[in-house]
């Protein structure tokens, strides 16, 4: 956007001018596209990789080298006759073209696109049902290249077009950095087309490389329009703009004086059409702010509830989009100020301006990791789980068994177990109960679910979900697993031990195999979900576990516990 027609309302409140005079005493936004690593950590080692991760800030321009090659793609599915594109992907591989398929949705003429970022049967199984393999592109979407879930996807896709006859190669498409193991893949097997990206931008900051921008391309979007929104937006954060007029500097500024006095909810509050830009901020500022036991929460889908109902660690980002009715969205924001709540509010012209957007987080969130003393730019935390799931499968290939430890309660075909303990004793209501009851001023709960996202599962957790943050008043997320593995699961070992978790895993109704392994994808997906309980665990965290047999029956029946 340009100073003309910025989308920042030029009369926002600045709740909290210390830190963004801070940020101008550090002289962070010149720092920061100078690619001084000395603004975030002063470990030379650390440093080194820091340089190596912030490629995303010439991006706005440097992608528009690469907009012909796209289209000319477009060009060559459309003459293939392709109906479906199935995505594989996971974490920032993923949501940003599933933000994009949500939000601007599939339009007539071009194909459907699927993003399958789960290792989860039955819903593979669904996608697999609704696409034709002839007519299908498979875009195996990876920045390391080696990612577990992509690969087994990939193997699971490639031999399916195998037993239908197929020539598998002209069907997949790679994104990858260079000298990937999937590059090395694509080239072997032949992929229909290979697109590399910059290796210097990190997965959560790729939204406007090929991991985004092809799967919009693919979706029908102008992307070029995109890039050109997200240059305005660059131009807008260049260090010779006054802080006061710089978007991500006060962004970011407001972000973390919230940290500092407790906010560290950040509830995104949007107009219908922009809904689905939560999951890609939840993981670019969770996964980036999440660690050194510290972190920015961002919730979003949430119920309204009445402003005063809301604890004191809620910070309220509402994102607008112009031609919408939104005199209620208005009111309710309007409320929530004259209760004490900051609001900050952001205005959008048109689904274009996501590209503004995208670029306005990316630096607000390099900023306020430069204020909360914390590189933003790495994942520590998040290998931990990785690890934990590949000693598990080790063990199964040798074994033939999934080691998983015995219900401390099985009651109405419910395990139950509590992470904290060694011995529980009385009813699962009971200890359900207590588990939910422990929750304290400033936690958060954490809903992972294992569980295939169908329509009707999705509404009984939101049930669940909606009925927790009635009864406790806490901040509440709901995330499927894996995909929030590469998202909020940084923040849930490395932020502040304030996260109360409950994990749900269900029975699997349909059988997968991985071909070239010895396991399959509901192994596959157990391993993830006992990896990251002992992640959890060895972090000291709070949580319970359940184990469901009949999925949308037995979330009711823990919906009606709740007392």
């Given at each position: ?28 936004v ?7 690593a ?10 080194r ?18 907009v012909?090659?796209m ?41 459907r ?20 393999l ?11 290249g ?11 896709f ?14 997949f ?6 000298g ?10 032949g992929?229909r ?6 290796t ?7 939204a ?10 693919l ?27 710089n ?10 004086a919230?940290?500092?006095t ?10 219908p059409?922009?809904?689905g830009?939560g ?12 660690k ?25 980002i509402?994102?607008?989009l ?18 004490g709540?900051p ?5 959008l ?27 933003p730019?790495?994942?520590?935390n ?30 109405k075909g ?14 699962l ?12 001023r ?19 957790l ?21 995909r929030?593995?590469?998202?909020t ?23 997968l195999e991985?071909?070239k ?47």
């Amino acid at each position: 956007m340009s100073k003309k027609t910025s989308q920042v309302p030029a009369k926002t409140v600045l709740h909290f001018r210390p830190e963004q005079q801070d940020l101008v005493e550090m002289n962070a936004v010149a720092r920061v596209w100078g690619k001084d690593a000395s603004l975030w950590k002063a470990d030379p080692a650390v440093q080194r990789t820091i340089r190596q991760r912030l490629g995303w800030l010439t991006l706005p321009v440097s992608m528009k080298e690469s907009v012909t090659e796209m289209n000319d793609f477009l060009g060559d599915v459309r003459k293939f006759g392709v109906q479906d594109v199935v995505l594989l992907g996971m974490g920032g591989s993923s949501l940003c073209p599933e933000v994009l398929r949500l939000v601007f949705g599939n339009k007539s003429g071009f194909p459907r696109l699927h993003v399958l970022d789960t290792t989860d049967p039955m819903t593979i199984a669904d996608v697999r049902k609704k696409t034709t393999l002839k007519k299908t592109l498979f875009l195996v979407a990876s920045k390391s290249g080696d990612t577990i879930e992509v690969t087994s996807l990939f193997r699971y896709f490639w031999d399916e077009c195998e037993k239908e006859g197929l020539t598998p190669s002209q069907q997949f498409i790679a994104i990858t950095d260079p000298g990937t193991p999937l590059e090395t893949l694509a080239k072997d097997r032949g992929f229909r087309k290979i697109f590399v990206t910059p290796t210097d931008v990190g997965d959560r900051f790729s939204a406007l490389t090929f991991f985004g921008l092809v799967p919009g391309v693919l979706l029908g979007l102008d992307v070029k329009k995109i890039l050109d929104r997200a240059e305005r937006m660059a131009d807008l954060c260049a260090p010779d703009v006054p802080p006061e007029d710089n978007p991500a500097l006060r962004l970011a500024a407001w972000w973390v004086a919230g940290v500092e006095t407790g906010r560290d909810k950040m509830t995104l509050v949007t107009s219908p059409k922009l809904s689905g830009f939560g999951l890609w901020a939840e993981q670019l500022v969770a996964e980036s702010t999440g660690k050194e036991g510290t972190g920015i929460l961002p919730v979003h889908s949430e119920k309204p509830r009445s402003p005063s109902k809301y604890p004191k660690d809620r910070l309220f980002i509402c994102l607008t989009l112009k031609g919408d009715k939104n005199t209620l969205l208005e009111q309710r924001m309007t409320a929530l100020e004259k209760e004490g709540h900051p609001v900050w509010r952001i205005f959008l012209d048109d689904l274009y301006d996501l590209g503004a957007e995208f670029f306005r987080w990316e630096m607000a969130t390099a900023l306020a990791g430069s204020l909360m003393g914390i590189n933003p730019f790495d994942e520590p935390n998040v290998s931990e789980t990785k690890n934990n799931t590949l000693k598990i499968l080790a063990n199964f290939e040798k074994t033939g068994i999934l080691s998983e430890p015995q219900p401390m309660i099985n009651e109405k075909g419910i395990g139950f177990w509590d992470f904290t303990k060694t011995k529980i004793s009385g009813t699962l209501d009971r200890n359900w109960g207590h588990a939910l009851s422990s929750g304290k001023r400033g936690d958060y709960i954490a809903l992972m679910a294992y569980t295939p996202s169908r329509p009707d599962i999705q509404r009984a957790l939101e049930k669940l979900k909606d009925k927790i943050e009635a009864v406790t008043g806490l901040a509440v997320t709901l995330g499927y697993g894996p995909r929030f593995l590469h998202s909020t699961g940084q923040l849930h070992k490395g932020g502040g031990a304030n996260g109360l978790f409950i994990q749900i895993t269900t029975d699997d109704s349909v059988v997968l195999e991985i071909p070239k392994v010895s396991y399959g994808f509901s192994a596959l997906k157990r391993a993830q979900a006992l990896g990251d309980v002992e992640a959890l665990k060895n972090h000291h965290r709070r949580g319970v576990r359940v184990h469901l047999t009949n999925t949308v029956k037995d979330l009711g029946t823990l919906t009606r516990m709740i007392q």
